[in-house]
């Protein structure tokens, strides 16, 4: 059994309570966390340790996780500045992902999640759009093996419009990824489906996969109610708007993982709170895109459960998520009105325990004995956060990617003091510059 104790942190547990020791100690026996506690360690454990961690002036809280992200953007940031969505999303999106080979994707999905991980990122929710072969979707997935964070890859689908697949493609390669991929890894990854907006899936697909699903046990990742044009693409086609169209096929339930939800009713609010979604909100990429405020306090008062998403880098330039928590509570402060709409310790739990509902693993989003031991530190010792008061307060409205420590999934350190441990990071950089340079070349993209 491999033992790691860490001491002398300002320990975020994220439980019930919204316990914090400060100072407190945490102790990690293998993959799992074996015991959380105030003040100073027991005696033995001390003696018992195969390391000890001293993490003065860090704050120590579950691992973070990032509810939404397209990872093949890490080579797109900064190409689709100042456009709405579907210029966006044409002018931009559409040719750089068909130009895109699966060493791109690799690369692409390496550099993504790097960036995850120094941003304090353990576990995260990967929206796959780039799906002409097995092999560009896999390339996310062997990615992620390599990094060793926790992802859940909802395999992008649409069966109307531009880039429609058969129906029958779609749920052949779900049905390999399943079996190659569900699981994998001891646990870490995971797959999803993945369908990408309700205007360009049919009632009769959108059924279909998800009856699927909740057969396999897998859960349905999907953008809604994200731009105005969207929704009025959808009333031209049935009158329904996103959420309306959801409740009618019968499909809105716990296993829907609903993003965006910007332009969403006070009746549709109530609709997703009744079924049990959980909706994940990207305001970065929402502001970015110049699409709207989610009305996240009407959110919260219904007791729907909010994750919280950074969405792809070419949509917000970077994967910081320690960033977007700062966002989402002023976004949601300014356009409610009410300076206590979303608290600090709401938007940790965004990142944390309700973050670990996307993933569908109970053991995470808090530090308590028998849980996986996924920890995100980060230093508060910086110039920003000095004195801190409120540890909670410090980590939303002061820290930032850069100021994380050290990130542990499942008892393993990826991020060890500043160092990540697994990729060469200079190396990675060089392949990425070159490989990107190449993919806009083809594409056409100046």
Request: aromatic residues 4%.
């Amino acid at each position: 059994m491999t033992t790691l104790l860490i001491i002398n942190g300002s320990v975020l547990t994220m439980d019930a309570a919204q316990t914090v020791y400060t100072p407190g100690w945490v102790w990690l026996e293998d993959d799992r966390i074996g015991a959380v506690g105030p003040g100073e360690p027991p005696p033995e454990l001390v003696t018992q340790a195969d390391r000890t961690l001293d993490a003065m002036q860090l704050a120590v809280l579950p691992g973070l996780i990032n509810g939404h992200t397209h990872l093949s953007q890490s080579f797109m940031r900064g190409l689709g500045d100042d456009k709405p969505l579907l210029d966006w999303l044409k002018q931009i999106m559409w040719p750089l992902q068909a130009a895109m080979t699966p060493e791109d994707v690799r690369l692409a999905s390496l550099l993504g999640l790097v960036e995850n991980l120094r941003c304090g990122v353990t576990g995260l929710v990967q929206h796959h759009k780039i799906t002409p072969s097995p092999a560009h979707v896999e390339a996310t997935l062997e990615a992620a093996q390599t990094v060793g964070l926790r992802l859940q890859l909802a395999r992008g689908w649409v069966d109307l419009g531009q880039g429609s697949e058969p129906p029958e493609t779609i749920i052949a390669e779900m049905a390999g990824l399943r079996e190659r991929w569900h699981g994998a890894a001891e646990g870490r990854l995971t797959v999803a489906f993945g369908p990408m907006v309700p205007w360009r899936c049919s009632d009769e697909m959108m059924r279909r996969t998800v009856a699927l699903a909740r057969d396999w046990g897998l859960a349905t990742h999907l953008h809604v109610a994200e731009a105005k044009d969207e929704i009025e693409l959808m009333q031209q086609r049935n009158g329904l708007r996103h959420i309306e169209w959801l409740e009618s096929l019968g499909l809105l339930g716990p296993d829907l993982q609903l993003v965006h939800c910007v332009h969403v009713t006070e009746p549709e609010l109530d609709l997703i709170a009744a079924r049990g979604a959980t909706i994940i909100h990207c305001p970065v990429s929402n502001m970015y895109l110049a699409s709207g405020a989610a009305p996240v306090r009407a959110m919260l008062a219904r007791g729907i459960p909010v994750a919280l998403g950074t969405d792809g880098s070419a949509s917000h330039n970077s994967q910081d998520l320690l960033e977007t928590m700062k966002i989402a509570a002023l976004l949601a402060k300014v356009s409610s009105g009410d300076a206590t709409a979303v608290l600090p310790t709401d938007v940790l739990r965004m990142v944390t325990t309700n973050g670990a509902r996307l993933l569908g693993q109970p053991d995470l989003g808090q530090l308590k004995p028998g849980a996986k031991a996924d920890l995100t530190l980060v230093n508060l010792n910086t110039a920003r956060s000095q004195p801190v008061h409120q540890p909670a307060s410090a980590l939303v409205y002061n820290a930032t990617g850069p100021d994380v420590h050290t990130v542990i999934v499942a008892g393993q350190v990826l991020l060890d003091a500043g160092r990540v441990t697994v990729v060469d990071e200079e190396a990675l950089f060089a392949e990425c510059r070159t490989a990107a340079k190449k993919l806009l070349a083809r594409a056409g993209v100046a």
